[in-house]
């Protein structure tokens, strides 16, 4: 069974530094991997989804990297802000594929995020 | 305006209620979910639906039911089975293929039982 794990659980850092967000994941056959953020109280926005073919993948101020072979991903964000303080979550679809459509995701624990001013 | 909108934002249950969630959307998406969020903690996958008329069982079924009978409505009913029910439940949906499967979510519903 897929077990996603996100370590730390909180992270705090002055605004401007670079953030680096971990999720490890147990089966390393997955599909895709996706990263979402949510605010206090929210729904979860989705950032990326990075393919099983694709190492790396980039939106404005946020990289999501890909290691397939170790059970990693890492979502970079760069020169960090206050309004980036959210909790970020990741989380990789469910083997085998559902048949008809969609798919099941596993979910990390997630990382809580404050960026200081 | 496309998305994906549940209600009420707020919901109280007293002991022995069943409660319905709504979840509507308008993207024209095949797939919905349901999910439970605890404090603190990941997503709980509780039901999904992959056509009309479908859906099976996730993770954590127990104590509640849903329908699909229109692709763009997939209520939740929390029903008194459901021993620990205050949670923070979110709906969302995915188009079809299962390589490029973004899920998409609601605001979400906070449930609590008086």
């Known amino acids: 069974k897929q077990e996603v794990t996100q370590i730390p659980a909180a992270l705090s850092v002055p605004e401007g530094e670079n953030l680096v967000l971990n999720c490890s994941f147990t089966?390393?056959?997955?599909?895709?991997l996706q990263w979402f953020r949510q605010d206090p109280g929210k729904g979860l926005t989705s950032l990326l989804l990075?393919?099983?073919?694709?190492r790396e993948q980039t939106s404005g101020r946020l990289n999501a990297s890909l290691d397939k072979s170790s059970g990693r991903s890492t979502l970079y964000i760069a020169a960090s802000q206050p309004g980036d303080s959210a909790t970020y979550l990741c989380?990789?679809?469910?083997?085998?594929?559902?048949?008809?459509?969609?798919?099941?995701?596993?979910f990390g624990g997630g990382t809580r995020v404050l960026v200081k001013p | 305006d496309g998305g994906i909108t549940q209600s009420p934002k707020y919901l109280f249950r007293k002991e022995g209620q069943n409660v319905t969630l709504s979840c509507e959307q308008n993207?024209?998406?095949?797939?919905m979910y349901w999910y439970r969020q605890d404090p603190g903690q990941g997503l709980r996958l509780i039901y999904y639906?992959?056509?009309?008329?479908?859906?099976q069982k996730g993770d954590i079924a127990e104590g509640y039911s849903v329908s699909r009978e229109k692709k763009e409505s997939f209520p939740l009913t929390v029903t008194s089975a459901q021993k620990n029910p205050t949670a923070f439940y979110l709906c969302?949906?995915?188009?079809?293929?299962?390589?490029?499967?973004?899920?998409?979510f609601g605001p979400g519903t906070r449930l609590t039982v008086l």
């Open positions: 969302a949906s995915s188009m079809g293929s299962w390589s490029e499967n973004r899920q998409f």
């Open positions: 089966d390393s056959a997955i599909y895709n």
């Open positions: 990075i393919q099983s073919s694709q």
């Open positions: 989380a990789v679809p469910s083997r085998p594929p559902l048949k008809a459509a969609g798919n099941k995701l596993t």
């Open positions: 993207l024209n998406h095949d797939a």
């Open positions: 639906s992959q056509i009309v008329n479908d859906f």
